[in-house]
């Protein structure tokens, strides 16, 4: 199973992507699988096979990947 996390305007997904993989997680760009015009920045995120500790702990890093990007409260 996968879920989208939508960016707000002017945020590059594929940037928040390098981001993501900087601090170990796996996220893929949504404009990695649109052809032409891309309704809006978002992350591609599977959580199958990762365990709720494991789910915990990759939020905090993408928090940590996303922050410099996105205007969001610390965690």
Do not use: K, N
């Not at 996390?5 to 594929?14: A, C, E, L, T």
Request: aromatic content about 6%.
């Amino acid at each position: 199973m996968h879920l989208l996390g939508w960016f707000p305007d002017g945020v590059d997904d594929r940037v928040a992507a390098r981001q993501a993989a900087a601090q170990g997680v796996d996220a893929f760009p949504l404009s990695a699988y649109s052809i032409g015009a891309r309704p809006g920045g978002a992350l591609l995120l599977g959580y199958t096979a990762v365990s709720a500790d494991e789910i915990e702990e990759g939020v905090r890093r993408l928090a940590r990947a996303l922050r410099p990007l996105v205007s969001c409260p610390a965690t």
